[in-house]
């Protein structure tokens, strides 16, 4: 059974920065695409960040230059370094991980519990 532990949310204010862990149990032999999402209430859940098995990363329009997405498959982690944190990047953000082509539109089929982030 795969699992998609976050930890690292919390609380901070305009400009400041936080660092999201994900603890994964999937088989990392097969390295698959993982990812962070995000969700705010009444809006769709939306992908920020991606990166495959070999380290190629994608990010929304919206992070780019601002977050960090890396992995480490040695220690099934999935880490996403934010900064310069705005209001706006308020929401409660999920590991994710899939199949496939990695990219910000993968099926991705595997979800965490979320770990809220909110920004003052």
């Known amino acids: 059974d795969v699992q998609l532990v976050e930890s690292g949310g919390g609380s901070v204010q305009a400009g400041g920065s936080l660092r999201l862990s994900c603890a994964a149990s999937i088989d990392t032999i097969r390295r698959p695409c993982m990812a962070w999402a995000r969700q705010t209430p009444g809006q769709e859940r939306e992908v920020v960040a991606s990166i495959d098995g070999d380290g190629r990363t994608t990010y929304a329009d919206a992070v780019k230059g601002l977050f960090t997405i890396s992995r480490d498959n040695a220690k099934n982690t999935l880490v996403l370094e934010m900064h310069s944190l705005k209001p706006e990047d308020t929401a409660m953000y999920y590991c994710?991980?899939?199949?496939?082509?990695?990219?910000?539109?993968?099926?991705?089929?595997?979800w965490g519990q979320g770990t809220q982030v909110t920004v003052s």
């Open positions: 994710t991980a899939g199949w496939g082509y990695c990219d910000l539109q993968t099926d991705f089929i595997y």
